[in-house]
């Protein structure tokens, strides 16, 4: 699902007819390409970015006492809880082990499942509470950062002249004009086989 989001750079590739190869972020003035990877490190959504990460760790606490009542929770078991790599930025650490944007897109890191059984707390409720945690992230941040970067990206393709009529007056153009081109190559590949060679020697 997270691959699949219609970012900029994956506009520019899959709709060439439309989206400039040259146009950049619509949320920040770096000149950088508009993916997942630079959404979580962009300008515009730091302080986004990091009050959904102290949320989400905020959520984990509440869900811990929740689901578990008599978890062994010891007089440091919060400070070693933020002290996971999951909890790091890619702003803020350029090669963390394992980043907090990770995890909002559902990858849960081992040392957060074993920190957490720690607190002696079954392998079911670890699940759940993890889970209950992520899923809770995943709704803040599209009904937040997702939807401002939508705005944002809205409001650039009117500046550059899309609309849905533009797009889709040109996608069967577009389409039509990709097949062909791709009908093209496979002949010309076809033409400088080797077994194409033998065949053409022979007639």
Known sequence: MWDELPFLERLQRNRSDLYDASWTCPSCSLSAKENWNHLCSCPAYTKDFQGLNIATHSNIIEAIKCHAPKAHLTPTWKRDLAALSCWELLN???????????LLRGFIPLNLVNYIKTLRIASTTVTAIIAESVTATQLIFRKTI???RCEQMVAFEKNMGIDACTKKSNAFTYLIDHIHNKVQV??????????????????
């Open 92 to 102: 803020t650490s350029p090669t963390p082990n394992f980043s907090f944007d990770l």
């Open 146 to 148: 997702w939807h401002t």
């Open 186 to 203: 496979q002949e010309l590949l076809h033409l400088l086989s080797p077994v194409s060679r033998i065949g053409s020697l022979g007639t």
